[in-house]
């Protein structure tokens, strides 16, 4: 090997580990994030809450009308019917964001709007529709008992209850039951920082002109999404050339800034410019290099430091669906977000579909008038998935899919 990493030989995989064992090892190196933020309630969805909620106030503060209608003494109600309306005189009117400013005796109401608080003396509210007004004389045509269609204090949220502890996932829901509390900020756990390193001579900016054997940089726009929708923050560094020195100079720029998890596009597989493993080696240590998996053998995990690294195929389809697969709870795991719950479908296969001998097959379909059709062209063709609905998975030492035969699709 020359100093910069060129003229290697090509170095045969000698053995790949099973998925499920690559899941595990991936699995043990997540270690949640101590760290935490303040976040303002508009960016809070989606987020992790780090510190636990106690209300400090009643929800809502005051008893208030549940509809409109006229605040009441329910005992002046009690023998009032469409053939005997009890008449009591309006004494005011109370609008919501208002507080009444005087207190309803016996024989008087006074009118109230939805979510207005009740007025002193009133013990209940009469629906508008049940009454009948002539200038300051209100006909009820119906008994209410007391606390009837009020809003009781402290009926949402009591003061000294437990609303949100440390760990809850912030939902719209959630953020509301903050926002009621007037708290305007919260303390969350920070997303993982997810350093993306494209490697390849031939990689090229998209929107710059591609040269002869050139080809645009798919994976780094395709990780930084799947990173995002995990709860993780990507930042993506310059595409780094074929060498032990650009490679190992970027790591280490990448490592110093604070990175949680460092991901290598390309590089991972046993071309004489495939310089992943190498830099691992020299700088950490590799748990794996190969995966019996189809798409994406060429995967490789370790660690540089305490940093989790994954060295994904070049390969479009090869390294999403690997995100997908491991970085994906690695990221959540680490985030404090619960597993990504799945769904799936069970649906006849519309042909046979040929597996790979001795490798689990993760194979991408469409689903065409109730049937699961093949979307997989080949590893290096992104349409193999953004073109898909979901995939089937295909075990290891099963050969073929039959036409018809029943396949459970997991749909993206």
Do not use: W
């Given at each position: 090997?020359?100093?910069?990493?060129?003229?290697?030989?090509?170095?045969?995989?000698?053995?790949?580990?099973?998925?499920?064992?690559?899941?595990?090892?991936?699995?043990?190196?997540?270690?949640?994030?101590?760290?935490?933020?303040?976040?303002?309630?508009?960016?809070?969805?989606?987020?992790?809450?780090?510190?636990?909620?106690?209300?400090?106030?009643?929800?809502?503060?005051?008893?208030?009308?549940?509809?409109?209608g006229y605040a009441v003494v329910a005992a002046d109600?009690?023998?009032?019917?469409?053939?005997?309306?009890?008449?009591?005189?309006?004494?005011?009117?109370?609008?919501?964001?208002?507080?009444?400013?005087?207190?309803?005796?016996?024989?008087?109401?006074?009118?109230?709007?939805?979510?207005?608080?009740?007025?002193?003396?009133?013990?209940?509210?009469?629906?508008?529709?049940?009454?009948?007004?002539?200038?300051?004389?209100?006909?009820?045509?119906?008994?209410?008992?007391?606390?009837?269609?009020?809003?009781?204090?402290?009926?949402?949220?009591?003061?000294?209850?437990?609303?949100?502890?440390?760990?809850?996932?912030?939902?719209?829901?959630?953020?509301?039951?903050?926002?009621?509390?007037?708290?305007a900020e919260v303390e969350v756990y920070d997303r993982?920082?997810?350093?993306?390193?494209?490697?390849?001579?031939?990689?090229?900016?998209?929107?710059?002109?591609?040269?002869?054997?050139?080809?645009?940089?798919?994976?780094?726009?395709?990780?930084?999404?799947?990173?995002?929708?995990?709860?993780?923050?990507?930042?993506?560094?310059?595409?780094?050339?074929?060498?032990?020195?650009?490679?190992?100079?970027?790591?280490?720029?990448?490592?110093?800034?604070?990175?949680?998890?460092?991901?290598?596009?390309?590089?991972?597989?046993?071309?004489?410019?495939?310089?992943?493993?190498?830099?691992?080696?020299?700088?950490?240590?590799?748990?794996f290099h190969g995966i019996a998996v189809k798409p994406?053998?060429?995967?490789?995990?370790?660690?540089?430091?305490?940093?989790?690294?994954?060295?994904?195929?070049?390969?479009?389809?090869?390294?999403?669906?690997?995100?997908?697969?491991?970085?994906?709870?690695?990221?959540?795991?680490?985030?404090?977000?619960?597993?990504?719950?799945?769904?799936?479908?069970?649906?006849?296969?519309?042909?046979?579909?040929?597996?790979?001998?001795?490798?689990?097959?993760?194979?991408?379909?469409?689903?065409?008038?109730?049937?699961?059709?093949?979307?997989?062209?080949?590893?290096?063709?992104?349409?193999?998935?953004?073109?898909?609905?979901?995939?089937?998975?295909?075990?290891?030492?099963?050969?073929?899919?039959?036409?018809?035969?029943?396949?459970?699709?997991?749909?993206?």
């Amino acid at each position: 090997m020359s100093g910069d990493g060129r003229g290697t030989k090509m170095r045969p995989f000698r053995e790949t580990i099973p998925i499920d064992e690559a899941l595990r090892i991936v699995g043990e190196a997540a270690r949640p994030l101590d760290r935490t933020v303040r976040v303002g309630l508009a960016e809070a969805n989606g987020r992790v809450l780090a510190a636990g909620m106690v209300a400090a106030r009643d929800v809502p503060p005051f008893d208030r009308a549940a509809m409109d209608g006229y605040a009441v003494v329910a005992a002046d109600t009690s023998a009032a019917s469409p053939q005997t309306p009890a008449r009591l005189r309006c004494v005011g009117t109370v609008h919501t964001g208002e507080v009444a400013t005087r207190r309803v005796g016996g024989g008087e109401c006074i009118q109230i709007a939805t979510g207005a608080p009740l007025p002193d003396g009133a013990d209940a509210v009469v629906m508008v529709e049940q009454t009948d007004r002539r200038g300051d004389e209100v006909e009820v045509f119906t008994s209410v008992h007391a606390r009837q269609h009020i809003g009781r204090r402290g009926a949402d949220i009591e003061a000294g209850q437990t609303v949100l502890r440390p760990g809850d996932l912030l939902t719209p829901s959630r953020v509301g039951s903050i926002a009621a509390l007037g708290i305007a900020e919260v303390e969350v756990y920070d997303r993982p920082r997810v350093g993306i390193v494209s490697t390849g001579d031939e990689i090229v900016e998209p929107g710059q002109p591609l040269a002869p054997g050139q080809i645009y940089d798919i994976n780094r726009f395709t990780l930084g999404a799947v990173i995002a929708e995990h709860g993780g923050s990507a930042a993506a560094y310059p595409i780094t050339g074929d060498s032990i020195a650009a490679l190992g100079a970027a790591v280490d720029a990448i490592i110093a800034g604070g990175t949680d998890i460092l991901v290598f596009s390309g590089g991972s597989s046993v071309g004489e410019r495939d310089l992943t493993r190498d830099v691992l080696h020299q700088r950490g240590d590799v748990a794996f290099h190969g995966i019996a998996v189809k798409p994406g053998k060429p995967t490789a995990f370790g660690h540089i430091g305490s940093t989790p690294v994954l060295g994904m195929p070049g390969y479009p389809t090869s390294c999403l669906s690997n995100a997908y697969l491991l970085l994906v709870p690695l990221l959540r795991r680490m985030a404090h977000l619960p597993p990504l719950r799945t769904r799936t479908v069970t649906v006849p296969a519309a042909h046979r579909i040929v597996s790979v001998a001795g490798r689990h097959q993760f194979y991408s379909v469409r689903v065409v008038d109730g049937a699961a059709a093949g979307a997989f062209k080949a590893s290096g063709d992104i349409t193999s998935m953004s073109q898909a609905d979901g995939y089937i998975e295909i075990p290891m030492g099963v050969d073929a899919v039959d036409e018809g035969e029943q396949v459970e699709v997991t749909l993206f």
